[in-house]
Each structure stands twice: as structure tokens, then as C-alpha cells.
Nanobody, 119 residues
């Protein structure tokens, strides 16, 4: 079992910045992929950014050039630096981890953290 704890959401004005952090804890696991998803009211959950164990990254087109994902392998943490925030970035942001335990991979989600961008 892997437990995820998120932090860093909040209210910010358009053009501002926020940094989200997610820490994974548990025993006898390795991380394949860590990422951030978001879900706005009335919309489906969507990928924001993800980073593999080897450090490869993917971003949603809507956040490219504004958001940066990074990880600390030693601490099993993943951060999302969000700059030049827009009102349309308002959503609940969820940390996601694809972890390997033994011979199998499992998906884990954080509890979500609210990001609100005012115009």
C-alpha cells in the first residue's frame, strides 16, 4: 500500500504562482510514474503533467511553458510548480502514482487539493 499526501493548494490571482507537493510513503514499493491530474467542476479529470522514473515528462498542452513537474527520488516526492496561472486552471488537483509492489503495478491517488485562480 502507498499513501499520498498533497500540499500547496490555495487561492491566487491570475498571473500568480503556486507550488504543489506530493509525498508518497509505504513499504516495499518503487515508483514507475508520478503525476498530477486536475478536475474542474462539471469536467472530467485530466492529466496535467507526469514524470517517469527515468525523468521523462509529459504536459497537457494547456500548461506547457507555465507548469514544471519535478521529483525527488530519494524522498519519493513530486512537485508541480505552476506559474502564470489563469482562471481556467481552477480545479481540484490530484497527485497520482503508478507504483510497483512485487510483480504488480498499482495506481494510487491523493485526496486532492483545491487551486483557485481569481481574475
Amino acid at each position: 500500500q502507498v499513501h499520498l499526501v498533497e500540499s500547496g493548494g490555495g487561492l491566487v490571482q491570475a498571473g500568480g504562482s503556486l507550488r504543489l507537493s506530493c509525498a508518497a510513503s509505504g513499504s516495499a514499493f518503487s515508483i514507475n510514474v508520478m503525476g498530477w491530474y486536475r478536475q474542474a467542476p462539471g469536467k472530467q479529470r485530466e492529466l496535467v503533467a507526469r514524470i517517469t522514473g527515468g525523468g521523462s515528462t509529459n504536459y497537457a498542452d494547456s500548461v506547457k511553458g507555465r507548469f514544471t513537474i519535478s521529483k525527488d527520488n530519494a524522498k519519493n516526492t513530486v512537485d508541480l510548480q505552476m506559474n502564470s496561472l489563469k482562471p481556467e486552471d481552477t480545479a481540484v488537483y490530484y497527485c497520482h502514482v503508478d507504483a510497483k509492489i512485487g510483480a504488480y503495478s498499482y495506481q494510487y491517488w491523493g485526496q486532492g487539493t483545491q487551486v483557485t485562480v481569481s481574475s
